[in-house]
């Protein structure tokens, strides 16, 4: 199994930048893709970004699309979520989580993740 923890999440103003990090231990980082979702109290956890287990896929959701990048240092175990031109509406708790299902390439749904960090919060104050 592999063990997740995330950091960098913070307050920071609409426009702002932020770069989340999530770190890896245990079983070979690269057996997994990697995903960052959110949530808000009272919603769904939503997807954000996923990334392959080599790094060569990413995928977006629309609503971070053009703002966030999701690049991932397998030699580091290392996986990082870079937001930009931050929204109030980006408000809500960060997860990263890793994956085996999809040959490793990603995932939008929850449930085909494994393994999930504890969360960051991050808000964006208008």
């Known amino acids: 199994q592999v063990q997740l923890v995330e950091s960098g999440g913070g307050l920071v103003q609409a426009g702002g930048s932020l770069r989340l990090s999530c770190a890896a231990s245990?079983?070979?980082?690269?057996?997994?893709?990697m995903g960052w979702f959110r949530q808000v109290p009272g919603k769904e956890r939503e997807f954000v970004a996923h990334?392959?287990?080599?790094?060569?896929?990413?995928a977006y959701a629309d609503s971070v699309k053009g703002r966030c990048t999701i690049p991932r240092v397998n030699a580091k175990n290392l996986m990082s979520l870079q937001m930009n031109s931050l929204k109030p509406e980006d408000t809500a708790v960060y997860y990263c989580?890793?994956?085996?299902?999809?040959?490793?390439?990603?995932?939008?749904?929850?449930?085909?993740?494994?393994?999930w960090g504890q969360g960051t919060q991050v808000t964006v104050s208008s």
């Open positions: 990334i392959s287990w080599s790094g060569g896929r990413t």
């Open positions: 245990g079983r070979s980082f690269s057996d997994y893709a």
């Open positions: 989580a890793a994956s085996t299902a999809t040959y490793r390439s990603g995932s939008v749904i929850p449930r085909e993740y494994d393994y």
